[in-house]
């Protein structure tokens, strides 16, 4: 696209002064639209959580509100989500703004052009069924005195039976008195007291259980989830109760495979299962210990001859037990994948998540779970016949993820593709520490066109799984053009640079969770940065170890570099393109460390849509040229771009791209070709854009 430029020599009547010192900002708004940026109150931390005990757990849940939860209702839009045009409300919150995130609003469709794209770098704005029949059937005997104590083993892989072409009669269930290792999942939604069923998973430290991740996919930190094994109305809690540990943000240790979260309720029914850790009831021993497990079998097919169905009904006294044989349930109504299905009577709402048991033993009351009620349709439409996600690798890599300790993926917070398409910058940067222990992933913030600001807390494999409003709606960051983010104070948690439409150059030092604490001006009002049509940072300065440095391309195309960017200012600039150079067609600009090498590069989309990295960036200029996609109508659909590191590896080396119509993806491990395309924020229905644009 270009030729290699010298950097050596500056414009004669170049933009900026080259030891341009900075003020704080301590004038009024009549004097610069950046006044305000800084809200009056920023948002409050978060409360630190208290650990959730067994006793804080047996002082909650009394035999009185056991007996009133409910099973846990599922959505009427279970199977047909309703379209959603609004920023939702943060992650699991009980009430309709949260203290940390704000007032939510919602854009109407109405709001964005029906064609052309955001330019970029512009200020523009389950049914119940019959009753379990009343039969009682033997009642299995406890567990043997030592349960057993080793990790559950992976079982033989078997060849998947052809589908069944129609439903087997549903045997008949009776209730009886329960197992040990079978109970109820307690939790909290909206101040309701509800239930869902689960049952203790062997494991090498022997606090695992499993449940259906329909149940546990909203869970909020203050949902107070317990486990109670052998539950019934006569006996709440003859083996204690235990509590789900929770994290330090006080949210709790599920584990559930993010496919699950990402892509919802039918299209993730495949992964519809969920692990929770689980700490020691009130006398000190983990719940393996005091009541035995299941082993986990996975790899073992669909097809099992004598299967017992265990599930806590509705409002009954006591669960239900069943046995009868699995088939292979292939669904016709979209739903991908395949599912074990079976027929037992009565297990309507609140069984979700009951095991079902193959090689079970009578004497011990013990088997192998080769299922459990979830799947599709979150486990069925009828309470008649049941259905199970198939217990294959994807089971076993999130029980292996689970017993390893490591923090378990989040609900990822990014808004709808139609909301996305209103964010009009976007910024990478290392804000706020990752959920991981010992690693920490980039940030994302967004100013959306009401000029809103809003930070997204990067969870890794291109996850963000918190959100946390910075500016509220209708504030003056409607009027940042540009933004972008380095660590130019040098204190190892990264700033703000903005440029604003009245031609100023503002720096917020050591933006966090806690918000926008201060506010530096570069340069004041009404300069020639008014030309500035972008602004990019990272180590561009050869001699430099942080990403202090200030790459701007302006409107005439020139590009110059401002190396060691801090609080004190603008102290020098090289050239690196002359004025009315081909640089008038670069339409977006990010920088990341594509080589891997600790000297960042560009990576340029122009005009015509073809995207090239330029490497190892300096004082001494570009040198070469990497083709990265050659010119193509699609990409000229690219409208916002950044980089960070949102994968799993040690660069920032992760191009992600706005689309026209709201798609948010990512290219992982982008180096000298575009790294495989992860989609973060899915189309929206109506795009005639291809939804994988690789």
Request: hydrophobic fraction near 35%; aromatic fraction near 8%.
């Given at each position: 696209?270009?030729?290699?430029?010298?950097?050596?020599?500056?414009?004669a009547?170049?933009?900026?002064?080259?030891?341009a010192?900075?003020?704080?900002?301590?004038?009024?708004?009549?004097?610069?639209?950046?006044?305000?940026?800084?809200?009056?109150e920023?948002?409050?931390?978060?409360p630190?959580s208290?650990?959730?005990t067994?006793?804080d757990?047996?002082?909650?849940?009394?035999?009185?509100?056991?007996?009133?939860?409910k099973?846990?209702?599922l959505p009427d839009?279970?199977k047909?989500p309703?379209?959603?045009?609004?920023r939702?409300?943060?992650?699991?919150?009980?009430?309709a703004?949260?203290?940390?995130h704000?007032?939510v609003?919602?854009?109407?469709?109405?709001?964005?052009?029906?064609?052309?794209?955001?330019?970029?770098?512009s200020?523009?704005?389950?049914?119940?069924?019959?009753?379990?029949?009343?039969?009682?059937s033997?009642?299995?005997s406890?567990?043997?005195?030592t349960p057993p104590?080793?990790?559950?083993?992976?079982?033989?892989?078997?060849?998947?039976?052809?589908?069944s072409a129609?439903?087997p009669?549903?045997?008949?269930?009776?209730?009886?008195?329960?197992?040990?290792m079978?109970?109820?999942?307690?939790l909290?939604?909206n101040?309701?007291?509800?239930?869902c069923?689960?049952?203790v998973?062997?494991?090498?430290h022997?606090n695992?259980i499993?449940t259906?991740?329909?149940?546990?996919?909203?869970a909020a930190?203050?949902?107070?989830?317990?486990?109670?094994?052998?539950?019934?109305?006569?006996?709440p809690?003859?083996?204690?109760?235990f509590?789900?540990?929770?994290?330090?943000?006080?949210r709790?240790r599920v584990w559930?495979?993010?496919r699950?979260?990402?892509?919802?309720?039918?299209?993730g029914?495949?992964?519809?299962?969920a692990?929770?850790?689980?700490?020691?009831?009130?006398?000190?021993?983990q719940?393996?210990?005091?009541?035995?497990?299941?082993?986990?079998?996975?790899?073992r097919?669909?097809?099992?001859?004598n299967v017992?169905?265990?599930?806590?009904p509705?409002?009954?006294?006591?669960?239900?037990?069943?046995t009868?044989?699995?088939t292979q349930?292939?669904?016709?109504?979209?739903?991908?994948?395949s599912?074990?299905?079976?027929?037992?009577?009565?297990?309507?709402t609140?069984?979700?998540?009951?095991?079902?048991?193959a090689d079970?033993?009578?004497?011990?009351?013990t088997?192998?779970?080769?299922?459990?009620i979830?799947?599709?349709?979150?486990?069925?439409p009828t309470?008649?016949?049941?259905?199970?996600?198939?217990?294959?690798?994807?089971i076993q890599?999130?029980?292996?993820?689970?017993?390893?300790?490591?923090a378990?993926?989040?609900p990822?917070?990014?808004?709808?593709?139609?909301?996305?398409?209103h964010?009009?910058?976007i910024?990478?940067?290392?804000?706020?520490?990752s959920?991981?222990?010992?690693?920490?992933?980039?940030?994302?913030?967004?100013?959306?066109?009401?000029?809103?600001?809003?930070?997204y807390?990067?969870a890794?494999?291109?996850?963000?799984?918190?959100?946390i409003?910075?500016?509220?709606?209708?504030?003056?960051?409607s009027?940042?053009?540009?933004?972008?983010?380095?660590?130019?104070?040098?204190?190892?948690?990264?700033?703000?640079?903005v440029?604003?439409?009245?031609?100023?150059?503002?720096?917020?030092?050591d933006?966090d969770?806690?918000?926008?604490?201060?506010?530096?001006?570069?340069?004041?009002?009404?300069?020639?940065?008014?030309?500035?049509?972008s602004?990019?940072a990272?180590?561009?300065?050869?001699?430099d170890?942080?990403?202090?440095?200030?790459?701007?391309?302006w409107?005439?195309?020139e590009?110059?570099?401002y190396?060691?960017?801090?609080?004190?200012g603008?102290?020098?600039?090289?050239q690196?393109?002359?004025p009315?150079?081909?640089?008038?067609?670069?339409?977006s600009?990010?920088a990341?460390?594509?080589a891997?090498?600790?000297?960042?590069?560009?990576?340029?989309?122009?005009?015509?849509?073809?995207?090239?990295a330029?490497?190892?960036?300096?004082?001494?200029?570009?040198?070469?040229?990497?083709?990265?996609r050659?010119?193509?109508?699609?990409?000229?659909?690219?409208?916002l771009?950044?980089?960070?590191?949102?994968?799993?590896?040690?660069?920032?080396?992760?191009?992600?791209?706005?689309?026209?119509?709201?798609?948010?993806s990512?290219?992982?491990?982008t180096?000298?070709?575009l790294?495989q395309?992860s989609?973060?924020?899915?189309p929206?229905a109506n795009?005639?854009?291809?939804?994988?644009?690789?």
């Amino acid at each position: 696209m270009i030729a290699a430029v010298s950097g050596a020599a500056l414009l004669a009547g170049a933009f900026l002064w080259p030891n341009a010192s900075a003020v704080t900002a301590e004038f009024t708004e009549d004097q610069s639209i950046s006044a305000q940026a800084i809200p009056d109150e920023a948002p409050p931390a978060l409360p630190e959580s208290r650990r959730w005990t067994a006793k804080d757990a047996k002082s909650f849940w009394t035999a009185a509100r056991m007996a009133d939860a409910k099973p846990l209702p599922l959505p009427d839009n279970a199977k047909k989500p309703v379209p959603h045009t609004g920023r939702p409300a943060p992650h699991g919150a009980a009430k309709a703004a949260s203290p940390v995130h704000g007032a939510v609003h919602e854009f109407s469709t109405m709001d964005l052009p029906s064609s052309s794209p955001i330019p970029t770098d512009s200020p523009t704005g389950g049914a119940s069924s019959s009753p379990p029949p009343a039969a009682a059937s033997t009642t299995p005997s406890a567990p043997a005195s030592t349960p057993p104590a080793s990790a559950s083993p992976s079982g033989s892989p078997s060849p998947s039976p052809t589908p069944s072409a129609s439903t087997p009669p549903p045997s008949p269930s009776q209730p009886f008195a329960g197992l040990p290792m079978v109970g109820r999942m307690y939790l909290l939604r909206n101040g309701g007291s509800y239930f869902c069923t689960a049952s203790v998973i062997n494991s090498p430290h022997h606090n695992i259980i499993l449940t259906a991740g329909h149940c546990l996919d909203t869970a909020a930190p203050n949902d107070a989830m317990a486990f109670v094994p052998q539950w019934t109305a006569a006996k709440p809690q003859p083996y204690g109760i235990f509590p789900v540990n929770q994290d330090s943000e006080g949210r709790g240790r599920v584990w559930i495979d993010p496919r699950y979260y990402d892509r919802g309720r039918v299209q993730g029914d495949q992964w519809d299962v969920a692990f929770a850790e689980v700490g020691p009831g009130t006398n000190g021993k983990q719940v393996q210990d005091v009541v035995g497990g299941n082993n986990l079998a996975t790899g073992r097919g669909y097809a099992f001859g004598n299967v017992t169905l265990v599930g806590y009904p509705g409002d009954a006294s006591q669960p239900l037990t069943c046995t009868s044989s699995t088939t292979q349930f292939t669904p016709t109504d979209g739903t991908p994948g395949s599912f074990l299905r079976i027929g037992c009577q009565g297990y309507k709402t609140g069984t979700s998540g009951g095991p079902f048991l193959a090689d079970f033993n009578p004497q011990t009351g013990t088997g192998d779970v080769v299922g459990s009620i979830g799947g599709w349709d979150t486990g069925g439409p009828t309470a008649d016949v049941s259905y199970s996600a198939n217990y294959g690798t994807d089971i076993q890599n999130l029980y292996n993820t689970a017993v390893s300790g490591a923090a378990p993926a989040r609900p990822n917070v990014l808004p709808s593709a139609s909301t996305m398409a209103h964010a009009s910058v976007i910024a990478s940067g290392y804000f706020t520490p990752s959920p991981t222990p010992g690693k920490d992933y980039s940030d994302m913030i967004v100013r959306w066109s009401d000029g809103e600001l809003t930070l997204y807390r990067g969870a890794g494999n291109g996850r963000f799984d918190k959100e946390i409003q910075l500016a509220k709606s209708g504030s003056v960051w409607s009027k940042a053009v540009s933004i972008t983010a380095g660590d130019f104070v040098g204190a190892n948690t990264y700033d703000l640079v903005v440029r604003w439409a009245d031609g100023s150059l503002s720096l917020f030092p050591d933006v966090d969770a806690t918000g926008l604490h201060k506010q530096i001006v570069l340069v004041k009002p009404g300069s020639l940065w008014q030309h500035a049509a972008s602004i990019t940072a990272g180590r561009f300065s050869s001699t430099d170890k942080w990403p202090d440095d200030l790459i701007v391309r302006w409107s005439d195309g020139e590009l110059t570099l401002y190396p060691d960017v801090d609080g004190k200012g603008l102290h020098s600039q090289v050239q690196l393109a002359k004025p009315h150079s081909v640089w008038t067609h670069a339409s977006s600009v990010a920088a990341g460390d594509f080589a891997g090498n600790n000297t960042w590069d560009l990576m340029v989309r122009w005009s015509d849509g073809e995207l090239d990295a330029y490497p190892d960036v300096d004082e001494h200029g570009i040198k070469t040229e990497v083709r990265e996609r050659n010119a193509s109508p699609l990409w000229t659909n690219a409208t916002l771009t950044t980089s960070g590191n949102y994968g799993t590896g040690p660069w920032n080396d992760d191009y992600v791209v706005r689309w026209s119509d709201g798609e948010l993806s990512m290219y992982g491990n982008t180096g000298k070709a575009l790294g495989q395309e992860s989609v973060l924020v899915t189309p929206s229905a109506n795009t005639n854009l291809p939804p994988v644009r690789r």
